[in-house]
């Protein structure tokens, strides 16, 4: 039978997948295709370095060129991250995918859950950097054990400084006490937050995490302004008490046009030593309430676990020290399944631009995603 790179990317069509639910072509994931005497060798790019699915699309197109006729077949593998939108005045064209991590509410572990997705996102191959948005309280220095002042190899823009492999910047860095208070009005925040994002050099990113204060203030309001975000995770605990300052966060990005890519349970639940008994000690089903208000699923529930917060005081974040632990693995979970969804948010997206011709009922920006 005669094989053809043709032949065999037709076959192809029929491999799904899963994440994107769509054929591995339509898709833009196979690359070149070579046959040398019944032998099939072809490129797949991942949407992820994350992807869950690996394996299951390997086994899908084996099954699929050996019923084509390939006697064995070889699959090197790639990765090809979808972008967002970047236009030409984005203060980070480098960086193809921005993710803000917002909650609403202060307590619920918001910095926690954004620095273990870097370090996830980072540890699974993707190129990583971490903002620090919360300019009055500031976390990012002791999670991660960095302290130092960020210094410029050009005099235009500051060098990040840089753990796990994570680019990171925080004005945490730049103070002379860790101890001194931010006493800033909005617009010094404000012009802040736009250096941290333009006047460093970031370089080329596959995710930048932005860790955003509680509340829904002026940070986000320039955030929706200035910046083509890929999306935000919404970080809750179960108890209502929680629940009602994270809904008026889902409702303050839904007005302002930020796209909500997924919802996270924190202090979900707590396992004890000598037990499997699961105690939901701050109540159950928060987060799936949150995530039906913002039309986005639940990502992942992390579990309560001393470890969390012992490593992350000593400054390394528990994704990094105890990469094997249940409460690492949950979040290296949720990694994979935010990179899955930034992925088809973004092949979504593709050519989906419209003009609002409501007449004032989407009154938050005259262009829509």
């Known amino acids: 039978m005669s094989l053809s790179p043709e032949s065999l990317r037709k076959s192809l069509e029929r491999v799904q997948d899963p994440e994107l639910g769509r054929s591995i072509v339509d898709a833009g994931m196979v690359g070149g295709i070579t046959v040398t005497d019944g032998n099939v060798t072809v490129a797949i790019d991942s949407t992820t370095p994350a992807s869950p699915h690996k394996d299951k699309i390997e086994s899908d197109v084996r099954a699929a060129l050996t019923a084509a006729g390939a006697s064995n077949v070889g699959v090197k593998w790639g990765v090809r991250i979808p972008t967002r939108n970047i236009l030409s005045d984005d203060p980070c064209p480098g960086v193809k995918n921005i993710v803000l991590v917002m909650s609403g509410k202060g307590g619920v572990g918001k910095s926690t859950v954004a620095a273990n997705l870097a370090v996830a996102l980072s540890r699974s191959g993707a190129k990583v950097g971490l903002l620090d948005a919360d300019m009055y309280g500031p976390s990012v220095p002791t999670m991660f054990g ?85 999306g935000a995770i919404v970080v809750t605990t179960p108890q209502e008490v929680a629940l009602q300052d994270v809904y008026k966060s889902v409702s303050m990005a839904q007005k302002v046009g930020i796209t909500i890519l997924g919802v996270v349970e924190n202090e979900s639940y707590f396992i004890c030593d000598g037990c499997t008994k699961r105690h939901e000690l701050f109540g159950s089903g928060g987060g799936a309430k ?15 676990e001393p470890g969390v917060r012992e490593w992350g005081d000593a400054g390394t974040p528990v994704t990094q020290a105890a990469p094997n632990s249940a409460v690492a693995k949950a979040f290296i979970d949720l990694a994979g399944a935010l990179a899955g969804r930034i992925s088809v948010h973004n092949l979504q997206s593709v050519g989906s631009l419209r003009i609002d011709r409501s007449g004032g009922v989407n009154r938050h920006l005259p262009i829509m995603r």
């Open 146 to 230: 960095v302290m130092g002042r960020p210094t410029s190899a050009d005099g235009q823009k500051f060098l990040p400084l840089e753990r796990f492999g994570i680019k990171l910047m925080s004005i945490g860095f730049l103070l002379e006490d860790a101890k001194s208070a931010v006493v800033w009005r909005g617009p010094m925040i404000q012009g802040a937050l736009l250096q941290f994002l333009k006047d460093v050099d970031w370089g080329e990113l596959d995710y930048l995490v932005l860790d955003l204060p509680p509340g829904t203030g002026d940070i986000i309001l320039t955030i929706s302004q200035k910046v083509r975000s890929t």
């Open 290 to 304: 949150v995530a039906e208000m913002a039309e986005a699923p639940l990502l992942g529930q992390i579990p309560l």
